[in-house]
């Protein structure tokens, strides 16, 4: 007799809660800086060892963490973002770990929080350069390209978020949820 839980073993653990926020722990920064490296160094070979550079002196880290019990468990998307000048205001390193991507919704999600937190703090203006792959994906998200250019090898898009679509917050963190899928009842 087969039962629900029999091939419980072979599904992959998925959470169904992620908190979206600042930064603020040792953890967390140790986990948004290695998440970084796996995507950056590892995965997309765009730098050798690790992606770090002089922003990172002054960008505020944003993560996304899956949760255990509500509790943030492990570092799955990361984000960073810096006032360039007065108003202009950048984001970059935008990576999501590959088991999470398929959610679709939590890029989105790092990008809102890091263009409202930015609005908050006085941006007038939010730009990024976004790979080539990534731009249909910001489109949607209500960003215009600005034109093209190549950084370390790779085609980007400057692009500029449209902020009137980003109200400005001062929240520290947001959660996102998974939807669940329904549990068919028998009659």
Same mark, same amino acid.
């Given at each position: 007799?087969?039962?629900f +839980?029999?091939?419980?073993?072979?599904?992959?653990? $998925?959470?169904?809660e992620y908190v979206v926020r600042l930064a603020r722990t040792p953890?967390?920064?140790?986990?948004?800086?290695?998440? @970084?490296?796996d995507v950056f160094c590892t995965e997309q070979k765009v730098? $050798?060892?690790?992606?770090?550079?002089? $922003?990172?002196?002054?960008a505020i880290p944003i993560i996304a963490a899956c949760c255990m019990a509500g509790i943030p468990d492990r570092i799955v998307g990361a984000v960073r973002i810096h006032q360039a000048e007065p108003g202009l205001w950048r984001g970059? @390193? +935008?990576a999501?770990?590959?088991?999470?991507?398929? +959610?679709?919704r939590i890029g989105a999600e790092l990008i809102r929080m890091a263009v409202s937190t930015a609005h908050g703090l006085g941006a007038t203006r939010f730009l990024a350069q976004v790979q080539e792959?990534?731009?249909?994906?910001?489109?949607?998200?209500?960003?215009?390209? +600005?034109?093209?250019? $190549?950084l370390h090898g790779l085609l980007h898009h400057d692009m500029q978020a449209d902020l009137s679509r980003y109200p400005a917050h001062g929240q520290d963190q947001t959660w996102l949820?998974?939807?669940q899928p329904r549990i068919r009842q028998v009659a």
């Open positions: 007799m087969s039962t +839980l029999d091939d419980v073993a072979d599904r992959p653990f $998925i959470p169904t953890w967390e920064r140790a986990g948004y800086h290695a998440l @970084r490296r730098f $050798i060892n690790d992606d770090r550079d002089a $922003i990172d002196q002054v970059s @390193r +935008l999501v770990h590959a088991e999470h991507r398929k +959610l679709g792959q990534n731009v249909l994906f910001f489109r949607r998200l209500h960003w215009k390209s +600005l034109g093209s250019v $190549i949820l998974r939807p």
